[in-house]
């Protein structure tokens, strides 16, 4: 099997620090000036963070785990004291079912492509759950939220709603979210268009002690079967 293991290192930019499959065992080590000091392809598939302690960030563009694509195989993502960043439209296929445990933070980067800025979704084809409990709710906000996840972009910016787009999800797709957490989000880039944070295209939804706040116009749309119990809607200035 393969296995990567760092100490008392420093690995340095412009790009990802590290990449790649395996068990990872990084340890007191400094990333400087990196993109982002960690990126994963079909993330976790392949992937086992067996140790990541001790480790100092410096000047880096984003302090995360960068997800590129989701695992095409049935995962548990857990949290591992970085954040998850997201700068591409997630999938999570038909017939595949991914749980993110309890204290897990992800954040999203909207992209500036010269004539307009790129917001990106999460499209839930198979079962997605969100499993977090009260202290340790399952979080899904802008890169900008220090709140959650720390400093992760190490500039001085306010979250704004609208900062990522939504959690789509498809006739064969269902979500299911205890004490999760989905912050700033509701915009896609469609002619500037305002959209939902929580789009049920046919799919199934329950929420369940879950908060939608800060969206940039609109909460949640419904075409599906969609169950909401002990849940926050709008609020936070929404």
Known sequence: ??????????????????????????????????????AFAKYPNGVVLNEWSGNTYTDNRYNGIRIISLSDSSAKIKPFGLP?????????AKDIEVEIEAGTVFKFIPINNQNYIERF??????????????????????????????????????????????IIIGSSGELV?????LLYGGLRYINFQYSYQLIVNNGKVQLTNSILHNYSRYGIINSGELVIERCQIGGENS
Request: glycine share 12%.
């Open 1 to 38: 099997s393969k296995k990567l293991t760092i100490t008392n290192s420093q690995i340095a930019g412009p790009d990802i620090g590290i990449a790649g499959s395996g068990e990872f065992n990084v340890k007191n080590n400094q990333f400087v000036k990196t993109a982002y000091p960690v």
């Open 84 to 92: 998850y960043l997201i700068a591409d439209n997630l999938t999570v």
């Open 177 to 181: 979210s205890n004490y999760g957490r």
């Open 121 to 166: 979704s999460i499209n839930v084809d198979g079962k997605l759950l969100l499993n977090g409990t009260s202290d340790n709710p399952v979080v899904i906000t802008s890169v900008a939220d220090d709140n959650y996840g720390g400093d992760t972009d190490v500039r001085d910016e306010s979250p704004q709603r609208g900062d990522w787009g939504a």
